[in-house]
């Protein structure tokens, strides 16, 4: 063991074992007051990620009823529309209806009066074709005695006829 305490070597490298010890207390606390530090910033960091995944969360939650809310919300505006358009088809359906029957009921009575005019101008024609015909007939047919003898009958039915 002597030979080693007597070696150059040896006590280099004791003082630089020394020397190292020397630098590295100061260093140390330094590079543990630096780690400390590291270590309070990574759970600072932490800390804020964890608090901002617990905020989304609850932003995720909100955004996830707003959307059931506005979900449920189109649903009863489509229902309304639908009830609103099935009302509105059914008046027009009635209103139609409606419509056509007055149509109808005028068409109906514009082919009565029509048919109502054609019977008179009918009747009219006929009384037209009977009188020529009479006039006719009896212009053809009698004389001007029994013509005489045919307006003194008249004449004297003639009370009979008046009441």
């Known amino acids: 063991m002597d030979h080693i305490l007597q070696s150059p ?7 630089f074992i020394i020397l190292m010890g020397g630098l590295f207390k100061p260093a140390g606390k330094a ?5 400390d530090g590291r270590a309070a910033k990574i759970k600072a960091t932490l800390d804020e990620a964890a ?8 932003l995720l939650a909100e955004y996830q009823r707003k959307q059931r809310d506005a979900v449920k919300e189109l649903e009863e505006i489509l229902a309304r529309a639908r009830d609103d ?3 509105q088809a059914q008046e027009a359906t009635e209103n139609l209806e409606r419509t056509l029957a007055r149509r109808e009921e005028m068409a109906r009575e514009k082919i009565a009066m029509a048919e109502a005019e054609a019977l008179q101008e009918v009747r009219e024609i006929a009384i037209d074709v009977a009188l020529a015909a009479a006039r006719k007939l009896i212009t ?5 005695t029994r013509a005489n003898q045919l307006i003194d009958n008249a004449i ?8």
């Open 140 to 144: 053809d047919h009698l004389d001007e």
């Open 31 to 35: 590079i543990g007051a630096a780690l």
């Open 85 to 87: 358009a099935e009302h």
């Open 9 to 15: 070597e040896f006590w280099v490298a004791i003082g």
């Open 51 to 58: 608090q901002l995944r617990e905020e989304a969360q609850h």
């Open 156 to 163: 004297a039915e003639l009370p009979n006829k008046v009441h």
